[in-house]
């Protein structure tokens, strides 16, 4: 593989990763050893620091989100290369393994509403948890000691999110709980985390379920959860209240139930204040600018009709229970179906801008046209 070392490490690691696949026998343990070192070495060279994951459904960001599949299907970001390479380390020398985890750094990152994508750094966690699982070396880096050490080296939200995903599923002692609980608090109290990533975190569910689950944990093992209900409160309020991202933002009154049931479940409601909407409301910001769906004026007069027959058929639906809806002029549906077809066919800057107009379009068509009845066979035409 000597010949791969003038190449980018992406081809490199690739390259690698393929030969150790398909022709394992022809390459000595000390060689395979050798390549993993070199590219864990040279892996911060890689174009992209880490994954992506798509932050938002911002106008124009079309590119953003082929850029995270892009990275999610081919794992050639820096952080990936790493992980992997250690991956396959720990049956080769386990002791090396971890030891290169230990020196291995996420990236810094920073996120805000102009940002389409957030950092993913899964690929992480995932060599931390295997890591984790392992018996005791001879070594002092004992692998549960590694998920302390990580655990105070958090400096994101989607490494605090990564972090408590994984905790969730490994076996800890008491007194490690304990440990590894207020090295998150800390980590969690440094952040103040943008409304950008909090929102793309918790869209997808990661951060609040991976937290609530860990809890549970801290309650069979008879920790206090107490101190890491605050930071996060906390940890919340720093991130939803300073700014709110026009385009896409959480739901304020659903985070403050969700934390609301985390207090009732962990057993704190008197210990950890409650979430009120005054700690959440950040100030908009201008950076993503909403979505703005054209509008034919020509959609007007045929969607006015529309509107007016679908409160007409709701009266009869469900007032008087008159089953016999009024149908609407078919030329109307004709030309509405007709106008969202040029729209979208029409050249402009806002490719996204099309599909969402057309989609707006469709739907309210969807929504406002009464159920049709089906032609029997006497009905239709010969």
Known sequence: MDATRTLPVEYQASLTFEVLDNEPNIVSSQQRIAWLLDLIQGAHAAHYPAMLSYGGPRSGTQFALEEALYLKALHVDSVSIEAESIDRLIPLDRDRAMQAFLSMQLPQSSTSCSDSSTPNYTPYFNTLQRLA?????????????????????????????????????????????????????????????????????????????????VLAKLGDKRQSAVELLQAYRGFLARGLGSEQCSDFSLDRSAIISEFDALRKKAAVTEQVHALEMRDLLGSPSNAAPARKIPFDERLRAPMQKLFALSASNQQKQYVAHDPDLTQPDSQDVTTILGIAQANYEKEDSCAECRFLSKQETLSTLMTLLPQGKRQGPSSRRK
């Open 133 to 213: 699982s392992l018996p005791g070396s001879s070594s002092d880096a004992m692998p549960r000691a590694l998920l302390v050490d990580a655990a105070g080296r958090l400096s994101s939200p989607s490494a605090i999110s990564g972090y408590l995903s994984i905790l969730k599923d490994v076996h800890l002692e008491s007194s490690e709980w304990s440990l590894v609980s207020g090295r998150v608090e800390q980590s969690m109290a440094l952040l103040h985390p943008s409304d950008r990533e909090l929102s793309a975190l918790d869209r997808r569910g990661e951060l609040s379920s991976s937290l609530a689950e």
